[in-house]
């Protein structure tokens, strides 16, 4: 039977619940165990010793990352970290980690290939883990130039800072709020990694979106049953959408692969992830 949990400042029992019926209907014996522990990032990975899997939010993995004192390159390059596994090793049981996220965006892109025009640049809304992230990806699909922009001026140019320092031949540039409008029309794609939310003053500044070229494609990484001004917009303007939900429930099945060897149908975990969602 293996045990797994969740470190996350939000709770998503149901989605994980859902994902662990899936791994038992795929005959992996599992079970989902939420978390009871502290509610912000755990210093001391001995606190987990009695789980075999971990699944990690992306405010959390850049702190626990620091813990982990074995991991690929790739990791490393990232700075984040959404689940670890625990291997035995000539010292004992250690974690290795793993990006699912960051693979959910590789498949995704991979999937849309000719479709994307990597000639544009790629507006970042957002500073955090899964900015980072989506910019790894990105840049992986062949994208080079970027822009980002976000709420705390402080938080941007230090990620600004980092991105640029690990990604040679990378060019991220930083945009106020009030500026995007000024923005010219070279954007091929933009990626919120900010909250769906009414109080949200970002979005209404993003769904203007004279700054995407048409058509355009939209990551919106928020999960929100309801849809947010910027992806009504972005419907509206024939911008194509790809919903958080399907993003995350990539993320889920490719973890399910990476961490339980089991094969899972997206098509139908996605279905019921959207149920749940609602």
């Known amino acids: 039977m293996k ?5 996350s400042p939000t709770n998503e029992d149901k989605r ?15 079970e989902f ?7 912000e990032a755990v210093q001391d990975l001995s606190l987990l010793s009695g789980f075999d899997h971990v699944r990690i939010s992306s405010r959390f993995g850049p702190q626990i990352l620091q813990h982990i004192k074995v991991q690929p390159s790739w990791i490393t390059l990232l700075g984040v970290v959404d689940g670890m596994v625990k291997r035995d090793s000539a010292k004992g049981p250690a974690w290795w980690p793993h990006c699912a996220l960051y693979e959910s965006f590789g498949r995704l892109l991979l999937n849309l290939g000719a479709d994307l025009d990597t000639r544009g640049s790629v507006l970042i809304a957002g500073a955090g883990g899964t900015a980072r992230v989506a910019i790894a990806a990105f840049f992986k699909a062949g ?3 970027f822009l980002l922009t976000n709420f705390n001026a402080d938080e941007a140019e230090q990620s600004i800072k980092e991105v640029n320092a690990k990604f040679f031949g990378l060019s991220l540039q930083w945009v106020p709020m ?13 990626v919120n990694c900010t909250p769906s939310v009414e109080e949200n003053a970002l979005l209404v500044e993003l769904s203007y979106m004279n700054f995407l070229r048409r058509p355009g494609f939209l990551f919106d990484i928020s ?3 309801k849809p947010s001004v910027l992806v009504q917009e972005a419907n509206d303007a024939g911008v194509t959408v790809i919903a958080g939900s399907r993003i995350a ?7 399910a692969k990476l961490a339980f060897n089991a094969e899972l149908k997206l098509a139908e975990y996605l279905k019921d992830f959207e149920a749940t969602l609602s």
């Open 249 to 255: 429930a990539h993320a889920d099945v490719l973890w």
């Open 16 to 30: 994980w619940q859902l994902l662990s019926r899936y791994l038992t209907d795929a005959g992996v014996a599992n």
């Open 143 to 145: 994208f080079r130039n």
């Open 3 to 7: 045990l797994w949990t969740t470190l």
């Open 223 to 225: 999960r929100s049953s």
């Open 33 to 39: 165990v939420p978390w009871s522990g502290p509610n």
């Open 178 to 190: 009030e500026k995007i409008v000024l923005l010219p029309g070279e954007s091929s794609v933009l």
